[in-house]
């Protein structure tokens, strides 16, 4: 029992540690980014404390990482920034231009477009085989710096990432198939007859053409008429990017996706079978 007690001991102790670790961590990046960003505006730190109406002494503490702030002066120091709380405590801030991040809603960023030895923008490609991944990893930069990249030089002014096509809903999009979209700031800019990657809670990464809003929801539908439309809620939209170009498996022939219309076959198929129905009836009928 004493062993096992010691063991658990070690184990408890170990644990500790790692927490401790982890706080101390995100305390040196708090630390860091909030005198980074009181230095990127040439202030004082009596300005911001003035500012955030806190005493000087107290604010350096932060700065020194001698104290944790409450909640409350969390979120003042967010808004006086004009940094999420996510950014303040987890992203290493200096190594990434602010003012080039496309800034989302839900306290993440996007990446600032990258360039080659050539200074051609780059583009991140979500791999085929962990498209399930990116559900994961879209709001972690450590993720989205260890993507792949390509350069495509036609495609500029916007920031663009690469998904891989699933299924055969979109033709003439299928498995081996690249869609680059353009990044898509808000449900506001979707424009009826467009299609689009959306990234959602439930499905991942779906690329549909976008029909209407509908309330809080948007309604899409795939090209092939196999599929009915159907509503996105708002709620599990995650990102949205707007089709910019394509690339295609070398065996591709711009005549395939015609033999993905299933649902014309099932009814052509339907109404062959109605048609040998009725001669045969016609022929019981005759007899």
């Not at 404390?49 to 002066?73: C, D, F, H, Q, W």
Request: with cysteine; glycine share 6%; hydrophobic share 35%.
């Amino acid at each position: 029992m004493g062993v096992i007690y010691l063991f658990g001991m070690d184990a408890y102790f170990e644990s500790k540690f790692v927490l401790l670790l982890i706080y101390f961590v995100s305390m040196s990046i708090f630390s860091n980014n909030i005198r980074f960003l009181r230095g990127q505006r040439s202030l004082s730190q009596q300005a911001v404390a003035t500012e955030l109406e806190i005493s000087r002494v107290r604010y350096s503490k932060y700065e020194n990482g001698i104290s944790e702030p409450p909640i409350e002066l969390l979120v003042k120091m967010s808004k006086y920034f004009h940094v999420s709380i996510d950014l303040l405590v987890s992203v290493d801030i200096h190594k990434y231009p602010m003012e080039e991040m496309l800034k989302l809603p839900d306290n993440r960023i996007v990446l600032p477009v990258a360039v080659d030895d050539l200074g051609n923008d780059t583009i991140e490609i979500i791999p085929q085989k962990a498209s399930m991944g990116y559900l994961e990893g879209y709001s972690d930069i450590g993720y989205i710096e260890s993507l792949q990249r390509i350069a495509l030089p036609f495609l500029t002014n916007g920031k663009y990432r690469a998904f891989p096509a699933d299924g055969d809903s979109m033709p003439p999009f299928r498995n081996g198939s690249y869609i680059v979209g353009k990044y898509v700031e808000g449900i506001s800019e979707l424009k009826p007859g467009k299609t689009y990657v959306f990234i959602t809670l439930n499905d991942g990464i779906t690329y549909k053409r976008f029909k209407e809003t509908k309330g809080n929801s948007v309604c899409v539908s795939a090209d092939n008429s196999f599929y009915e439309p159907y509503d996105i809620p708002f709620n599990e939209i995650v990102e949205i990017w707007q089709y910019a170009s394509g690339i295609f498996p070398e065996d591709f022939e711009p005549g395939d996706y015609e033999s993905y219309n299933f649902k014309e076959m099932f009814r052509e198929l339907k109404q062959d079978i109605k048609d040998l129905d009725r001669k045969v009836s016609g022929r019981r009928k005759s007899s």
